[in-house]
C-alpha cells in the first residue's frame, strides 16, 4: 500500500493583487477543459501581453505524449505550464494512482503543491494563471477525495466549460450546482456552439436570468483527419484565429474585472462595516476599522481572512485557525458539503413549513435522535426554538410553572430561580433574570436578577496539580484541610461516586442545606434549579467541581418542604422520581457542554445526575443553522394541560422547527455518533488513558466514561506551571483549553484585559511553529477571552497534528510572555 506524504501547514485561498488565478471545471468528461484552457492561454499572452501568463494541470492520467500539458505546449509555447501528477492509465486519478505504486499525495499535499505553485508565479510578475481540473465536477482526485471538494479550500473562481452534446444542458446544470453548494464562485459558463443540439441557447438563458453568469459560446474545434501534420495546422489556425476573436477579449476582460471587484470589495469591507455594523460583545468606541476580521471563507478549521497592506505579489489571504469554534457552534469543520447538501435537502423540499399542530419527518426524526442519545428517562418532550438563549426562557418558563402549579403559588407572588455565580444562560431579557448582576446585565434598563446564586468549588490545574478550590463560604478546616483539595489527575476529580462514597461531599452539602434553610426562613420562593452542567462557558471557562453540581442536584430534589410556603408546604411529590420532578425542576443548560463538546453527548453523564429539562444548541447543528431544543419530562409537560388555551406554553417563533435546522442537526448528530462509535477520537484519548486513570478505583469511571481532552495532559501540565508568564491555571477537558491569567492586582472577571496580549500574539501569527515547514509565517490563531481567561477550542474533526502545532504556538507565546 502507498505511504502517505507528510502534510504541510494549512493552504491558504489563493488570491494576489498580481495574479488572476482561475480553475478551469468541466460539466463532463470530453467537453473541450484543455481547448479552452489552452484558448484562455493565448488570448492573455495576446490582449496582456505585458504579462505572463501559466497554466497548471494538478493531475493528469494517460499516456504522457497525450497530456494536456504537452497540447498547451504544442498550440501555446509562450504560455508556462506544468503538470504536478503524471498518471499513465487513461483512468480516473484515484484508479490510475492506486495502479501505479507510487506515493498518493494526500489532499492537503496536493493543495501546498498548486499553491507554490501559484505562489511562484505571483511573485515573477503580473499575470493569469489557468488550473485545469480532470475529467468532471466529481471526478475522483488521487486520494479518492471528489475535485469540487478536494479543491475546496483554494477557493478559486471557476470558469465552467459547458457540455455542448447531447444530455449536455443537464451536465451543465447539475454541474453548476454541485460547485454553488460547495462555495465556489462560477464567473462563466463557455462551450462549444453546436448547431445540432444548440445547448448554449437554453443555457444562454439559463444562466443569465436565473444566476447572472455570462455564457460565452466559441466555434467547434476541427474535426480530427487522417494526417497528423494536418491536424496540427489546423488545430494551430483554430487556436489563433479564435485566440484573437473579440469574444475571447469580452471573457478575459470579464474575468479581469471580476478579480478587480473582488479585491476591491475586501479591501473596502473594514471601513464600510465600521460605519455600517453594530457589534455584539463589542465597545465600538474602542474598536477601529484596522481591528475588523475579513473573513472571504472558511474551510475546516480555518477562517481565509484578509491581510494587512502587502506588496501585489504578497498573498490576500491566510488560513486563520478557528480557536473559539466560531462562538462555539462549530464541530463538523467549516463549509462541510454533508451539512451543506442536508440544508439544500430540506429547503428544496419544504422551504420553511409552519410547525403549529403539524409535523414533518426532520423535526420528528431530531426529537426521537435526541431522547435516544440522552438516554435520560425523565426526558420525553422536544420543544423547538431558534438560539440557546431562547431555549433556556423556554425552560425556565417551563419550570416555574410546574412549580406553581405543584405547589400552589399565585400568579402575583414573586418566584426566582436557584442558580451558581457567575452562570450565564443567554441575552433575552428572562434567560438575563436567571443570572446574578453582572457586566452583562448591570446596564440592561429591565434587568431584575430573580434568584439566588451559590457559591461553588472551582477545578484547574496548578503548577502540575489537579487543585479544588473550596470558596471561603463554605470552608472548615476538618474537610479537604482547609481551602482546596488537591487530586492525582481530573480523573480522580471526575469519580464523583466514589468521592461521595468517602464523604468528600459532606462539606457541600452542609452549605447547601444551611442556604437553602436560610432562604426559607426569609421567604423566598424558587420555583427552578438551573445549571450549566460541568463549565460555566460565558461566566469566565469555570470548571465546576462536578461533585458540588451533583450534590446540589440531589439536596434540591429531597428539599421539598422547603421550597413550598404556608399550606403548600411540604407539598407531595407526584409519582416515580426517577421520571417525575422533586424539590425543584432540574433545568441544565447544555448549550455550550453538550453534544460532544466535553467528549459526550451530554454533560449531564459527568454528574451522573439526570435533568427535568435539557437545553441543546451551538453543536447541534454544527455550526451552520441556528436552532435550538429543549427537552422536557412529561411531569413538566402535564403541568401545562387545561381545558383553558392560555394555560398552555404559549411560546413559539415564526421558524420553530425549521425543517432546514432539523435536517441539518440530524445531519450533525449521526457525524457524531459515528465518530465515537468509530473511536475517531481514539489518538487524544490514549495518552489520558496512560496519564489519567484515577488513582483510586472509581465506581464512575468505566472505561466509556474516560475523562480526556484532544489538548494533552503533559501541555496542560507545563502550562499550569508557567508561573513566571502570569498563568494562574488551566483546564483542558474534551475540545477546549482555558488557561487562566493572573495580574499584579488580583483583576479577574470580563473586564480584565490580562489575556489580550496573549490573544494578539496569537492573532500576529509571527510565531516560528515546530515541525512546520517554512517560517511558520503563513497562517494565525483567531481566538476570544473572556477577561482574564484565554480560550482555545478544537472542532471534532480537528487532526491530532493541528492540535500539536497549536500547542507548540501557545508554548512559544507564553515563553515570549516570560521575557517580556
Known amino acids: 500500500m502507498p505511504l502517505p506524504l507528510p502534510l504541510p501547514s494549512p493552504v491558504s485561498s489563493l488570491l494576489w493583487r498580481s495574479l488572476r488565478v482561475y480553475q478551469v471545471y468541466g460539466a463532463n468528461t470530453d467537453v473541450g477543459k484543455t481547448i479552452f484552457s489552452t484558448l484562455l492561454c493565448k488570448a492573455a499572452t495576446r490582449f496582456w501581453d505585458n504579462e505572463q501568463t501559466a497554466f497548471l494541470k494538478p493531475v493528469s492520467t494517460g499516456p504522457l505524449d ?6 498547451v505546449q504544442r498550440f501555446a509555447p509562450e504560455v508556462a505550464n506544468k503538470t504536478l501528477f503524471q498518471y499513465d492509465l487513461a483512468v480516473s486519478p484515484h484508479s490510475a494512482a492506486l495502479a501505479s505504486k507510487r506515493l498518493i499525495p494526500p489532499d492537503e499535499s496536493l493543495l501546498d503543491e498548486i499553491s507554490k505553485f501559484a505562489s511562484r508565479r505571483a511573485s515573477l510578475s503580473r499575470g493569469w494563471l489557468f488550473i485545469e481540473t480532470a475529467g468532471g465536477v466529481h471526478s475522483p482526485g488521487p ?10 479550500p483554494l477557493r478559486l473562481p471557476v470558469v465552467l466549460i459547458g457540455d455542448a452534446k447531447l444530455g449536455g444542458i443537464s451536465q451543465t446544470i447539475s454541474a453548476f450546482e454541485s460547485l454553488k453548494i460547495r462555495g ?10 453546436e448547431d445540432k443540439y444548440q445547448n448554449h441557447l437554453y443555457l444562454t438563458d439559463y444562466f443569465r436570468d436565473q444566476q447572472g453568469i455570462p455564457v460565452k459560446t466559441v466555434p467547434e474545434p476541427p474535426a480530427r483527419g487522417e494526417s497528423i501534420s494536418r491536424d496540427a495546422d489546423s488545430m494551430l489556425w483554430y487556436y489563433e484565429t479564435t485566440s484573437s476573436s473579440p469574444t475571447a477579449q469580452s471573457i478575459l476582460s470579464y474575468l479581469a474585472a471580476q478579480h478587480s471587484k473582488r479585491i476591491d470589495r475586501l479591501d473596502s469591507m473594514r471601513a464600510s462595516a465600521h460605519k455600517t455594523i453594530w457589534y455584539p460583545f463589542t465597545q465600538q468606541k ?3 476599522a484596522s481591528n475588523i476580521t475579513v473573513i472571504d471563507s472558511a474551510q475546516g478549521d480555518h477562517f481565509q481572512t484578509l491581510t494587512s497592506s502587502a506588496p501585489p505579489s504578497a498573498p490576500l489571504l491566510q488560513p486563520t485557525f478557528d480557536a473559539s469554534a466560531s462562538w462555539w457552534t462549530q464541530g463538523l469543520g467549516h463549509g462541510s458539503p454533508s451539512l451543506a447538501l442536508a440544508a439544500a435537502y430540506a429547503a428544496g423540499r419544504y422551504g420553511h413549513v409552519m410547525f403549529a399542530e403539524a409535523i414533518h419527518e426532520p423535526a420528528l426524526a431530531l426529537a426521537e435522535n435526541l431522547l435516544a442519545g440522552m438516554a435520560n428517562p425523565r426526558l420525553t418532550r422536544v420543544f423547538y426554538s431558534d438560539n ?9 418558563k417551563m419550570a416555574l410553572r410546574a412549580a406553581r402549579v405543584r405547589y400552589g403559588w399565585g400568579a402575583e407572588e414573586e418566584v426566582g430561580v436557584l442558580g451558581l455565580r457567575g452562570s450565564y444562560h443567554g441575552d ?9 448582576p453582572g457586566v452583562f446585565n448591570e446596564k440592561v434598563e429591565w434587568y431584575e436578577g430573580r434568584g439566588f446564586w451559590f457559591e461553588y468549588p472551582t477545578v484547574m490545574c496548578r503548577e502540575g496539580r489537579w487543585v479544588v478550590e473550596i470558596p471561603r463560604e463554605m470552608r472548615s478546616t476538618a474537610s479537604y484541610g482547609g481551602h482546596k483539595a488537591v487530586f492525582a489527575s481530573l480523573g480522580d476529580v471526575f469519580g464523583v461516586k466514589d468521592r461521595e462514597n468517602r464523604g468528600e461531599g459532606a462539606l457541600y452539602e452542609q452549605y447547601i442545606v444551611d442556604t437553602l434553610e436560610r432562604l426559607h426562613r426569609e421567604g423566598r420562593r424558587f420555583g427552578a434549579l438551573i445549571l450549566e452542567p460541568v463549565i460555566l462557558g460565558a461566566g469566565g471557562m469555570l470548571l465546576v467541581d462536578p461533585l458540588f453540581q451533583r450534590v446540589l442536584v440531589n439536596v434540591v430534589r429531597r428539599s421539598s418542604h422547603l421550597f413550598g410556603q404556608g399550606e403548600h408546604r411540604g407539598a407531595k411529590e407526584m409519582g416515580d422520581s426517577t421520571t417525575h420532578w422533586a424539590g425543584l425542576p432540574v433545568v441544565f443548560d447544555e448549550v455550550f457542554t453538550g453534544i460532544y463538546r466535553l467528549g459526550r453527548f451530554s454533560a449531564a453523564s459527568f ?6 429539562i435539557s437545553v441543546h444548541a451551538k453543536l447541534l447543528t454544527g455550526g451552520l443553522v441556528p436552532l435550538c431544543a429543549t427537552l422536557a419530562s412529561e411531569s413538566v409537560f402535564d403541568a401545562f394541560g387545561s381545558d383553558d388555551k392560555s394555560d398552555a406554553l404559549l411560546h413559539g417563533h415564526s421558524y420553530t422547527a425549521h425543517a432546514v435546522g432539523c435536517q441539518v442537526a440530524l445531519e450533525s448528530l449521526r457525524q457524531m455518533k459515528e465518530m465515537d462509535a468509530h473511536e475517531e477520537w481514539a489518538w487524544a484519548k490514549t495518552s489520558y488513558q496512560r496519564n489519567e486513570v484515577p488513582s483510586k478505583p472509581s465506581l464512575g469511571m468505566s472505561p466509556e466514561s474516560l475523562i480526556w481532552s484532544v489538548w494533552g495532559p503533559d501541555f496542560v501540565n507545563w502550562v499550569s506551571q508557567q508561573t513566571a508568564s502570569s498563568v494562574g491555571g488551566a483546564w483542558a477537558l474534551g475540545t477546549v483549553l482555558a488557561i487562566h491569567m493572573e495580574t499584579k492586582d488580583g483583576s479577574a472577571g470580563y473586564k480584565s484585559g490580562a489575556a489580550k496580549d496573549i490573544q494578539a500574539s496569537l492573532a500576529r501569527g ?12 503563513g497562517w494565525n490563531v483567531h481566538s476570544r477571552v473572556l477577561g482574564n481567561v484565554l480560550y482555545v477550542m478544537a472542532g471534532h474533526k480537528t487532526k491530532e497534528k493541528s492540535v500539536r502545532q497549536l500547542e507548540s504556538i501557545l508554548r512559544r507565546v507564553l515563553l515570549e510572555k516570560k521575557h517580556q
Open 388 to 396: 440557546g438563549s431562547t431555549g433556556a426562557e423556554v425552560a425556565v
Open 607 to 612: 454528574l451522573h445526575v439526570d435533568a427535568d
Open 184 to 193: 465556489y464562485d462560477v464567473e462563466a459558463v463557455l462551450l462549444f456552439r
Open 766 to 777: 509571527a510565531v516560528v511553529v515546530e515541525g512546520i515547514e517554512g517560517d511558520g509565517a
Open 428 to 436: 433575552t431579557i428572562g434567560a438575563m433574570d436567571c443570572s446574578e
Open 143 to 152: 486520494s479518492g477525495s471528489t475535485q469540487a471538494e478536494l479543491y475546496m
Open 66 to 71: 497525450e497530456a494536456d500539458d504537452r497540447h
Open 286 to 288: 474602542q474598536l477601529s
